[in-house]
Each structure stands twice: as structure tokens, then as C-alpha cells.
């Protein structure tokens, strides 16, 4: 389950059902404007008129031009603050119309631009002075909180369809801030983070994921996406931890708050390793493809790493002595596989001619494989291999993971094994 759209727990019916009916209408006409001129709220018929307009207009655009026409010609009306109420409800309702959207830009682009504008102006449109007659402290008081909760939904749901997974994150942590039970938040929560490929606050993230699932009554994931959600954070938490041992402790901890404490933390598949060896020679003499992994990746995150990279392209790795590199499945592509073999958030690219069946292929699956270098990024660290010939150089992959028979096409000579950078003294 990949940010599916679920229903919205946090309430998403327009926050002036919390208010007595009528207190968020435009004011009224007057029935005699010309014999009670002294009671009337309008300057002149004009401005009678585009209170009236902006009142019955309902596309949320249209009637925010209206509002600032109104405002525009009449900036000190007598109805300053029933018109401003009538624009947070208007640009509510343009951030609202790109929630659950991701096309096309400019409904996002609108959306997270309202959804800003009503963060900015929520003391304001929700000012003591400005409460309606007939509202109660409390009423008022809950409409700023879903005006609140509404928007940051939006401006969270925009930025992680564009991948702006900071921005993103700081939204969801503000709407768990306000609103703790929200299971779609936390699950959302958790998988930004991970999608950032930040090792070091994966126990963050799985510590959110494991929230989504603990949540019940209205705000708890709904049952068809519950199930899927429960198999992705098994299937994160092994591929990071090694196991499954302490996630039914995890979930009851997550239970009882929102946010995962302060320095919490879940010992990595590498940390209980390197426990377990005490020391780098030992644990490089028991996993030799990881010992010549983090040797390559040294090389090419060093000063000299596009010299060493030219010595190693085209080599096939790992050499016959370590066999095959040890790897779990992180996303599956159309043509390609992300592997972490030292890296839960995935450090190796390995790329296919023939498309992946990618029903067959699971999140977390283990397999082994060997791989010609063929590119490589540093920051995030990732090395990209091409995979000739699949039923030879990989192993642990179902009998139906290619959609067509993998070419049968005579590799490439490949270079020899490649050997790390020496190191300086």
C-alpha cells in the first residue's frame, strides 16, 4: 500500500456545520433599506449588492473574487468580519478541491496556496470579535480547530503526491499534534519518512507505521486498507531489524502515544551484527559480500571515486570466492530491483532487459544475485548493476518474476572483479 487515499479521519464536512445554522451565511438583505437606513449594515445599494453576489456564489474561486471586490471597494465595511469568515470558508474550499487529487498541477499549486492562506490567517478569521451571535465559545473554538486540521490535511496530502517529504512530514506531525488519533496520518507519517531512505530514523517510521494499526473506533484504518498496511510494516520492520522479534512490542508502545519518544530506537539488522561480532575483523570474516560492499562504497564516496569508478565499470561483482552479494527486495520497478545489502533504505540498483512481473515479486523477498557496475550515485549512496543472465547471476526470485523469458542474448566480456581503493596511509 503505497499512499493510498483512505478516508480522511479527520473530519472533512465544511467546518461551519459546527456552528447554529445561519451564522456563517452573507448578511441578509434588508427589508428596508431606505426606511431603516440608520440600522442597515451596508455603506450604499452597492455594497448590498456584492455582499449579496459573494454570498450566493458557489464555486469557491468566483467567490473569492467577489469577496475581494467587496473588500476592494468597501475595506471598512460594518460586516469586516462576516466577510472575512465567508473567505476562510471560500479558500477552504479551493485547498479542499485538491485533496486525494494528484493531477493536474494547478489544483495542487491552488490548494496548498489556500490551505497556506488560511494557516496564516487563522487569528484572524477566528478573532474572539469576530465569532457570530449565535455561536457558543466552544463551537467557535472547534471550527478553528478543523479549519485547522482541514488545511494542514491539504497542504500535507499536496506535498507528498509532489514529493516533498520534509514538507510533508511537518505537516502530518502537526495534524497528530492536534489530532493523536488519526490512523491514515501516521501511516502516511511513516512512509514519507521512509521514502526519504534516512536510515537512521527508520525506528521513527516504524514506530508511526505501527500507530496506524493501533488506532480503533472512527479513526482507525478501515479494514480493506488495515491488511496491507499490517503486511508493509512486517515487511519494513524485517527488512531493517532482520526479524520480526519485539514488533508486537513495538505496537503496544506505539499504542499509547502518537509520536515515538524522544531517542527511541530500534537496533538495525547491522547494529545487532556488529553486536554480535564485537569487532570489524570478525564480522568481515563471516560476511565477506558486505566486508567487499562497504569497501566499494568507500571507494566510490572518496576523493578519487570517478578514477576508481572507470577501473570498476563493466566488472562483474562479486568475484567466485564470495559468490553472490545477500540482498532483500526495497521497491520493484518495471525493469529494475532496489536491494538493500547494507543499507535498509536500499543501496543497489539491479537492472533487467525484460520487464519484472511485479505481482510476483514482493517487498522484503531475499534473494542473491551478481551484477555488472554499471553507474552509481553518491549522495544517496547507490550503485546501479545490470543483470545478464537472471537465472545464472540471481537467486531466490519465483519462476514467474519476468513477464517474458529473460533474453537469451550472449553477455558482454565483463572485466574482472573489481578491488577497492587502496586506502592511504
Known amino acids: 500500500m503505497q499512499h493510498r487515499l483512505a478516508r480522511l479521519t479527520l473530519g472533512l464536512a465544511i467546518a461551519a456545520a459546527t456552528l447554529p445554522t445561519g451564522a456563517w451565511a452573507y448578511p441578509g438583505p434588508d427589508p428596508a433599506p431606505q426606511a431603516a437606513q440608520q440600522e442597515s449594515p451596508y455603506k450604499d445599494q452597492g455594497e448590498y449588492d456584492i455582499a449579496v453576489a459573494a454570498g450566493k456564489e458557489s464555486d469557491p474561486q468566483k467567490k473569492l473574487d467577489k469577496l475581494k471586490e467587496w473588500e476592494q471597494k468597501y475595506p471598512e465595511s460594518k460586516l469586516k468580519s462576516s466577510r472575512a469568515l465567508m473567505q476562510a470558508q471560500a479558500l477552504l474550499g479551493v485547498a479542499m478541491a485538491a485533496y486525494g487529487k494528484t ?19 487563522l487569528d484572524n478569521y477566528f478573532a474572539p470579535a469576530a465569532k457570530p451571535a449565535g455561536a457558543t465559545d466552544q463551537q467557535w473554538a472547534d471550527a478553528r480547530k478543523t479549519f485547522e486540521l482541514q488545511s494542514r490535511s491539504v497542504l500535507g496530502w499536496v506535498a507528498m503526491s509532489k514529493k516533498q517529504d520534509p514538507d510533508a512530514e511537518a505537516a502530518f506531525k502537526k495534524i497528530l499534534e492536534l489530532a493523536p488519533d488519526s490512523a491514515q496520518v501516521s501511516y502516511w507519517l511513516g512512509s514519507v519518512i521512509i521514502r526519504q531512505k534516512n536510515v537512521a530514523r527508520y525506528s521513527e517510521a516504524l514506530y508511526d507505521l505501527a500507530r496506524s494499526l493501533t488506532v480503533t473506533g472512527a479513526n482507525a484504518l478501515p479494514p480493506a486498507a488495515a491488511s496491507p498496511a499490517a503486511d508493509y510494516l512486517k515487511r519494513a520492520y524485517v527488512g531493517y531489524h532482520g526479524d520480526d522479534s519485539g514488533l508486537d512490542d513495538l505496537k503496544k508502545q506505539a499504542a499509547g502515544a502518537a509520536l515515538p519518544p524522544a531517542g527511541f530506537h530500534i537496533d538495525s539488522v547491522a547494529e545487532i551484527e556488529a553486536k554480535k561480532f564485537g569487532d570489524a575483523e570478525a564480522f568481515n570474516k563471516a560476511h565477506p559480500d558486505v566486508a567487499l560492499w562497504r569497501q566499494i562504497k568507500e571507494a566510490l564516496q572518496g576523493a578519487q571515486a570517478d578514477t576508481y569508478f572507470t577501473s570498476v565499470k563493466g566488472s562483474q561483482i562479486p ?63 547507490m550503485l546501479t548493476l545490470t543483470i545478464d543472465e537472471p537465472k545464472e547471476d540471481i537467486k531466490g526470485l519465483p519462476e514467474n518474476a519476468f513477464s517474458a523469458a529473460p533474453s537469451t542474448k550472449k553477455a558482454a566480456p565483463k572485466k574482472a572483479a573489481p578491488k577497492a581503493a587502496p586506502k592511504k596511509k
Not at 103 to 121: H, S, V, W, Y
Not at 353 to 361: D, G, M, T
Open 319 to 381: 568475484p567466485e570466492n564470495i559468490g553472490m552479494f545477500k540482498a532483500k527486495v526495497v521497491t520493484v520497478g518495471e525493469k529494475d530491483l532496489v536491494v538493500n545489502i547494507d543499507n535498509a533504505g536500499g543501496d543497489a540498483t539491479l537492472k533487467f532487459e525484460k520487464a519484472i512481473n511485479q505481482k510476483a515479486i514482493n517487498v522484503g523477498d531475499s534473494l542473491e544475485f551478481k551484477g555488472v557496475v554499471d553507474s552509481f550515485t553518491k549522495e544517496p549512496y
Open 103 to 121: 493531477t493536474p498541477p494547478e489544483l495542487l499549486d491552488n490548494g496548498q496556496k489556500a490551505a497556506t492562506q488560511i494557516l496564516d490567517n
